[in-house]
């Protein structure tokens, strides 16, 4: 597949020939959806939770005798169908994640960073040096990239500098080549990649690569 590299005021270096397995005939929706249900599924807490009638704290005295006083009879005052009673099939601690074949999940990966490249939503850099910490530099150097919208950026190894210029701008996202997850490829409208961080992209959708 060949990619054109840009410099990072915008200018084109040349194309470059990369490895990447690019002979899909499109995105698989049972695929991509397995991966992404999954993902999104781990990142429940399932930590909420309701005391049930044997949980709820009170007594078990009768509140008063069966017949003679008019009203209905009552068992206990941790009834469900009292205030601050017991909650009846109320939510319980659970574990939402789902188990994906790791060869499912590296299929979607490739799929998903073929498809965008594919579709033009990937801007290849030479390099990118951010050389200071402060957003309006790196907002400068996204307009000169043509950059609007949601947008991801992947470097090999994000340096200081461009965390800090990147976490006011609540619609830039940063991810390193290794930790890149197809969740990430897709929840954006633009990827911006360094050279050396496609190389490693590359590198895990080979045979035996790691998916996320």
């Known amino acids: 597949m060949k990619i054109t590299i840009y410099s990072q005021d915008g200018q084109p270096q040349g194309d470059q020939e990369i490895k990447l397995r690019d002979d899909f005939k499109g995105i698989s929706p049972q695929v991509i959806h397995d991966v992404i249900t999954a993902h ?6 399932g ?18 005798r069966q017949k003679g006083t008019g009203r209905a009879r009552a068992g206990l005052a941790r009834s469900p169908i009292w205030r601050k009673g017991g909650v009846v099939f109320g939510p319980k601690p659970r574990d939402y994640s789902k188990t994906v074949p790791k060869r499912v999940k590296k299929l979607a990966f490739e799929q998903a ?8 939503d990937v801007i290849v850099l030479d390099a990118l040096d951010v050389k200071t910490p402060k957003t309006r530099d790196f907002a400068g150097i996204l307009k000169g990239l043509k950059v609007d919208g ?4 992947v470097h090999e190894a994000p340096s200081k500098n461009l965390r800090l210029a990147s976490r006011n701008m609540e619609w830039v996202a940063t991810a390193s ?17 360094t050279r050396a961080a496609l190389e490693k992209l590359a590198a895990r959708t080979a045979s035996g690569g790691t998916p996320r």
Do not use: F, H, M
Request: proline letters at 2%; hydrophobic letters at 40%.
């Open 113 to 120: 960073l073929s498809t965008r490249i594919r579709d033009g």
């Open 177 to 193: 080549a290794e930790s890149l997850n197809t969740y990430q490829l897709l929840d954006c409208k633009k990827i911006v990649l």
């Open 150 to 153: 949601r947008a991801l950026i």
């Open 40 to 45: 999104r599924a781990a990142q429940r807490s």
């Open 47 to 64: 930590t909420a939770c309701t005391k049930t009638i044997a949980e709820v704290a009170g007594s078990g005295k009768k509140p008063w």
